[in-house]
C-alpha cells in the first residue's frame, strides 16, 4: 500500500495512491487510516513530504561497495549521526545550495525506514513489527562543512537536505530493494540494499537500544556506492540540476537544485 500526505486546494492530509488517482483518507497515520468515498486525481494534488518526525536518524558507511570507495573501513557496528527535522523537504521542492558550502554539496540515495509504533529495546526478530513503511530519501551533505568539521551534523543538517517522498510504501522486501540516484538524467548510483552492511532489522533494534524510536521517526540507512565527492573529478550539486532517488517498489523522488538567495 502506497501511502501520500497532500495538499488539494486548502485540504491538507493523507490518501493512498491508486494508480493516478488518490483515495482520500481518514483517522491517524499511525493509529489506521480508512478510505473515504472521495477520489482526487493525482495531477490535481500537491505531494507533500509523507511524515514529520520527531527526530531523523542516519547511517553512514553501510553499503560495502561504499565504504570501499571511501577507503574506509566498514564499520563493526553501525555509524550514527542525525540531521535536523528543519531539513524535511518534500517531492519536487528544491534543494537550496547554501551561502556557507555551495560548491562541495553531494547526494546520496538511500532508503528511509519509517517507525509507525513506539518501541524500546526492541529484538531484531521483531524489529520490522514497528515499522510502518519505506520511503525514498536523500542524504543531502555539505563536503567542506562535514569534513572541515570532522563530525557530521552541520554538513548534513542545512534547510532543505533531507527531501523525502513521494509515498510511504508499507509492503516492501527492505532487504532486496534496488537503489538509484540519478543526475540530469544520468545514473549515478545504482545498487541494491543487499549491499547493506547492517540490514533494517539491525538498524532498528540496535537505535532501539539506544534511544525510545517515537512514531513517526525517520531512519535513513545510509547510501551505496557512486557519491558525487569521490568521483574524479569530484561531482557536486549545480543550481538548475535535477536530482532523482528512485527506489524500485517506492518510486522516484525528483527534487531540483537552487542557490540560497542571500
Same mark, same amino acid.
Given at each position: 500500500?502506497?501511502?501520500?500526505?497532500?495538499?488539494?486546494?486548502?485540504?491538507?492530509?493523507?490518501?493512498?495512491?491508486?494508480?493516478?488517482?488518490?483515495?482520500?483518507?481518514?483517522?491517524?497515520?499511525?493509529?489506521?487510516?480508512?478510505?473515504?468515498?472521495?477520489?482526487?486525481?493525482?495531477?490535481?494534488?500537491?505531494?507533500?513530504?509523507?511524515?514529520?518526525?520527531?527526530?531523523?536518524?542516519?547511517?553512514?558507511?553501510?553499503?560495502?561497495?561504499?565504504?570501499?570507495?571511501?577507503?574506509?573501513?566498514?564499520?563493526?557496528?553501525?555509524?550514527?549521526?542525525?540531521? !535536523?527535522?528543519?531539513?524535511?523537504?518534500?517531492?519536487?521542492?528544491?534543494?537550496?545550495?547554501?551561502?556557507?558550502?555551495?560548491?562541495?554539496?553531494?547526494?546520496?540515495?538511500?532508503?528511509?525506514?519509517?517507525?509507525?509504533?513506539? !518501541?524500546?529495546?526492541?529484538?531484531?526478530?521483531?524489529?520490522?513489527?514497528?515499522?510502518?513503511?519505506?520511503?525514498?530519501?536523500?542524504?543531502?551533505?555539505?563536503?567542506?562543512?562535514?569534513?572541515?568539521?570532522?563530525?557530521?551534523?552541520?554538513?548534513?543538517?542545512?534547510?532543505?537536505?533531507?527531501?523525502?517522498?513521494?509515498?510511504?510504501?508499507?509492503?516492501?522486501?527492505?532487504?532486496?530493494?534496488?537503489?538509484?540516484? +540519478?543526475?540530469?538524467?544520468? !545514473?549515478?548510483?545504482?545498487?541494491?540494499?543487499?549491499?547493506?552492511?547492517?540490514?533494517? +532489522?539491525?538498524?532498528?533494534?540496535?537505535?532501539?537500544?539506544?534511544?525510545?524510536?517515537?512514531?513517526?521517526?525517520?531512519?535513513?540507512?545510509?547510501?551505496?556506492?557512486?557519491?558525487?565527492?569521490?568521483?574524479?573529478?569530484?561531482?557536486?550539486? +549545480?543550481?538548475?540540476?535535477?536530482?532523482?532517488?528512485?527506489?524500485?517498489?517506492?518510486?522516484?523522488? !525528483?527534487?531540483?537544485?537552487?542557490?540560497? +538567495?542571500?
Amino acid at each position: 500500500m502506497k501511502i501520500v500526505r497532500f495538499r488539494h486546494g486548502d485540504f491538507v492530509g493523507y490518501g493512498f495512491l491508486e494508480g493516478d488517482r488518490i483515495v482520500e483518507t481518514e483517522g491517524d497515520l499511525f493509529d489506521g487510516l480508512k478510505p473515504t468515498s472521495l477520489r482526487i486525481p493525482l495531477a490535481e494534488a500537491l505531494l507533500l513530504a509523507p511524515v514529520d518526525p520527531p527526530n531523523i536518524f542516519c547511517l553512514g558507511l553501510n553499503y560495502r561497495h561504499h565504504a570501499a570507495e571511501t577507503g574506509i573501513q566498514a564499520p563493526d557496528q553501525p555509524r550514527l549521526f542525525l540531521k !535536523t527535522t528543519t531539513a524535511i523537504i518534500g517531492p519536487e521542492q528544491s534543494i537550496v545550495l547554501p551561502a556557507m558550502d555551495r560548491d562541495t554539496v553531494d547526494y546520496e540515495a538511500e532508503l528511509a525506514i519509517v517507525i509507525g509504533k513506539q !518501541t524500546k529495546n526492541v529484538s531484531e526478530k521483531n524489529a520490522l513489527d514497528y515499522v510502518l513503511g519505506y520511503t525514498c530519501a536523500n542524504d543531502v551533505s555539505a563536503r567542506s562543512c562535514q569534513f572541515s568539521d570532522k563530525q557530521w551534523a552541520r554538513g548534513k543538517s542545512f534547510d532543505t537536505f533531507c527531501p523525502i517522498g513521494p509515498v510511504i510504501e508499507t509492503q516492501l522486501d527492505p532487504d532486496n530493494a534496488p537503489v538509484r540516484c +540519478r543526475l540530469n538524467g544520468k !545514473t549515478m548510483q545504482d545498487s541494491n540494499t543487499s549491499d547493506m552492511i547492517f540490514n533494517c +532489522r539491525a538498524v532498528v533494534s540496535y537505535l532501539s537500544r539506544c534511544a525510545t524510536l517515537l512514531p513517526g521517526t525517520l531512519i535513513l540507512t545510509g547510501t551505496p556506492s557512486g557519491v558525487g565527492f569521490v568521483r574524479k573529478p569530484p561531482v557536486y550539486l +549545480r543550481p538548475s540540476d535535477i536530482v532523482e532517488v528512485e527506489i524500485e517498489g517506492i518510486g522516484i523522488l !525528483t527534487n531540483p537544485v537552487e542557490a540560497e +538567495r542571500t
